[in-house]
């Protein structure tokens, strides 16, 4: 089968992330999408993070009614700071039967050459990028990589930091949540002021 890889924080899931990994499941030829919360990624701050069991929730209750989008807490019981070639390398392991690649965004390929074995990850995995709106204008040379694939995702521009800072200052943002974490958020109480 072939599996996405869909990383990170989630910190919250949004519509954002939902749209772009199910767009990745039913308009390239991935069959499936495994939404990876990441306990700790080496460029973010931990302090600003929800416990992970709260995350993988809030993953869970976003993809239930969606098939080929899947949860996952594969990289809670691997060595942090989570690197992701260790991940691939554990995964492709595990479950030889799979072929899997990366979904990032079009930033994200901007900085793949500062990423830890970046070129060994090129060499075994397929990446799909969904286009970000970037300040960054620099000619990206690994777009024309015959493993980088540029899907014509639509381009979300919501963060998870927005939604945070916004529910910090009690702004409605339920519209930009699926409807079960934005319940998950209130009855918890989370990102608002203490």
């Known amino acids: 089968m072939k599996i996405g890889l869909y990383f ?24 499936q999408i495994w939404l990876i919360v990441t306990p700790h990624n080496p460029h973010k701050k931990k302090s600003t993070l929800l416990p992970d069991h709260h995350r993988l929730e809030m ?17 809670f019981g691997l060595p ?29 390929l901007n900085s793949l050459h500062k990423w830890k074995n970046y070129d060994q990850i090129l060499e075994n995995n397929s990446i799909f990028i969904y286009p970000r709106r970037t300040d960054i204008k620099a000619k990206n040379t690994l777009k024309q ?32 949540l699926p409807e079960n974490v934005w319940e998950y958020l209130d009855e918890m109480n989370f990102y608002k002021k203490r």
């Open 145 to 176: 990589h015959p493993k980088v694939t540029i899907i014509n995702a639509p381009i979300m521009e919501i963060s998870s930091t927005f939604i945070r800072a916004a529910i910090k200052e009690n702004k409605n943002i339920r519209p930009m």
């Open 8 to 31: 990170g924080t989630f910190n919250p899931i949004h519509v954002g992330h939902l749209t772009i990994a199910n767009h990745m499941a039913e308009f390239s030829e991935l069959e």
């Open 80 to 108: 942090q700071p989570n690197y992701t070639i260790n991940t691939l390398t554990y995964l492709q392991e595990k479950y030889p039967q799979h072929e899997f690649s990366l979904i990032m965004g079009e930033d994200n």
């Open 59 to 75: 993953v869970y209750r976003a993809t239930k009614d969606y098939p080929k989008l899947k949860p996952s807490d594969i990289e």
